[in-house]
């Protein structure tokens, strides 16, 4: 065999796995439109958060492309921007695939557990599926690890919503990214920061988020 021959991967994603990925990003979806209904059907601004959280942080469009191009587009980056805002966005880039990971892994133990005693029957699937897919996946320190970049990246889209010259931040941003094929990644910062151009203030709904996402994860992992 030539020694140039492509390596496959070790766990090859299979088509059942990635609907199943989606499936928990579709049940995730539900599950906090209703556990922040109060920020979103009361306050102005957050009615846009599921949309945003299902568009760009739990299921970003050409994910593929995305994930060849987001290592590339932090070592431009570190020439281009300060190093408070390359550190935001790398953080963006982290929760991102630790987001597709944490999916993936769900989706497998979806299809072992509630799936299976389901006899696939996806129009079954609810809630309480997702939660134990999710126990049986564990990962405590990791599901921790998201819960607190994705309050993170909330609070910078937040921040940059609030430059004045937020096109002339973005300016050297965009050429970057377009130089390593990251656009995608653009244009969630861009979304993440038109969505919170119509919030008057983040930090109650990242509080929340960090407490109420903290404290179901504990209570399904039996942490303490």
Do not use: C, W
């Amino acid at each position: 065999m030539s020694q140039n021959a492509p390596t496959a991967p070790v766990n090859p994603v299979t088509p059942e796995e990635k609907e199943a990925a989606a499936l928990v990003v579709k049940l995730t979806i539900d599950r906090l439109e209703t556990t922040y209904s109060d920020f979103i059907l009361d306050q102005k601004g957050f009615d846009q958060i599921p949309s945003f959280f299902r568009d760009h942080l739990y299921s970003p469009p050409n994910k593929e492309a995305r994930d060849a191009a987001l290592d590339n587009l932090y070592h431009k980056l570190r020439s281009v921007t300060g190093p408070e805002m390359t550190e935001n966005i790398h953080k963006l880039v982290l929760v991102n695939k630790l987001t597709d990971d944490l999916d993936l892994e769900t989706g497998r133990a979806l299809i072992q557990g509630p799936l299976k005693k389901l006899k696939n029957r996806i129009e079954l699937l609810g809630l309480e599926h997702l939660l134990t897919a999710i126990g049986m996946v564990g990962r405590y320190e990791d599901r921790l690890r998201q819960i607190e970049m994705i309050g993170d990246s909330l609070t910078f889209f937040f921040s940059l919503s609030k430059l004045p010259l937020i096109k002339l931040v973005m300016a050297p941003i965009k050429v970057a990214a377009s130089l390593v094929g990251a656009m995608e990644l653009t244009q969630t910062m861009e979304a993440g920061y038109n969505l919170s151009r119509n919030i008057k203030d983040m930090k109650p709904f990242v509080e929340a988020f960090t407490a109420r996402e903290t404290k179901q994860l504990k209570e399904l992992l039996g942490r303490t």
